[in-house]
């Protein structure tokens, strides 16, 4: 099974709804982030929780909000989605603590597409 | 300026040729440098992982990092076509956030 999942793998949903995308892993790690990659663009940093109690904006939080259900959970919401928000999403964990290199492990993605 | 730039692509190179993938990063406190490499449509992957200066060796995998000219490189000797992909530059800043540049498009040619 893989370490981290994302649900669902696609979707597809219309201006104005709201939706979920959800984050699972099985690595015991402290740390999660949402992340949004777009042609060009690389990866930009949406939301990062370092443990249940500790979230924090990236750079592009706006029209977005998430939920650290617990330390392997890590939800992300679009309350309102737009066209510009249709992008692949990828949900990474690593582990915490002092100095060293921190690996970041990704989930596999969701593909987004707002009409 | 961004905060973590890479050599536009795409890279194109022959088969069994040194592929040479470049990095730049404004943070001068930052510790931590990572390439990733991401097949198209899948998630990134981590290949090599460097924090002091020098060369970092992993098969034929070659991270070589400058502090001090703010510079991170990946060299891939005898490319493959199995290494065409997007090649993407990870920095940990000093103040402990993980920046990824915009990547670079890598196409190894048989």
């Known amino acids: 099974d893989a370490d981290v999942t994302q649900t669902p793998r696609n979707r597809i949903t219309k201006t104005g709804k709201r939706i979920m995308l959800e984050c699972s892993q099985t690595?015991?790690?402290?740390?999660m982030y949402w992340y949004r990659q777009d042609p060009g663009l690389g990866l930009r940093l949406i939301y990062y929780?370092?443990?249940?109690?500790?979230?924090n904006k990236g750079e592009i939080s706006d029209g977005y909000s998430v939920s650290r259900q617990a330390q392997a959970k890590f939800s992300l919401s679009l309350e309102s989605a737009i066209p510009n928000q249709t992008a692949l999403y990828f949900c990474?964990?690593?582990?915490?603590?002092?100095?060293?290199?921190?690996?970041?492990?990704f989930g596999p993605g969701t593909r987004l597409l707002v009409l | 300026q961004k905060e973590v730039e890479q050599n536009s692509g795409p890279l194109s190179v022959p088969e069994g040729a040194i592929a040479s993938l470049n990095c730049t990063y404004s943070?001068?406190?930052?510790?931590?440098f990572f390439w990733y490499r991401q097949y198209s449509g899948k998630s990134p992957e981590l290949i090599m992982s460097?924090?002091?200066?020098g060369d970092k060796e992993d098969g034929r995998f070659t991270a070589q990092l400058n502090k001090a000219s703010q510079y991170v490189s990946l060299l891939i000797r005898d490319s493959q076509p199995s290494d065409s992909a997007t090649y993407l530059c990870?920095?940990?800043?000093?103040?402990?956030?993980?920046?990824f540049g915009p990547g670079t498009s890598l196409s190894v040619i048989p």
């Open positions: 460097i924090y002091s200066n």
């Open positions: 990474a964990t690593s582990t915490s603590g002092k100095g060293g290199a921190k690996t970041q492990y």
């Open positions: 690595k015991g790690h402290d740390r």
């Open positions: 943070d001068r406190g930052s510790q931590s």
């Open positions: 929780s370092f443990d249940v109690k500790d979230i």
């Open positions: 990870a920095v940990k800043s000093s103040y402990d956030k993980v920046i």
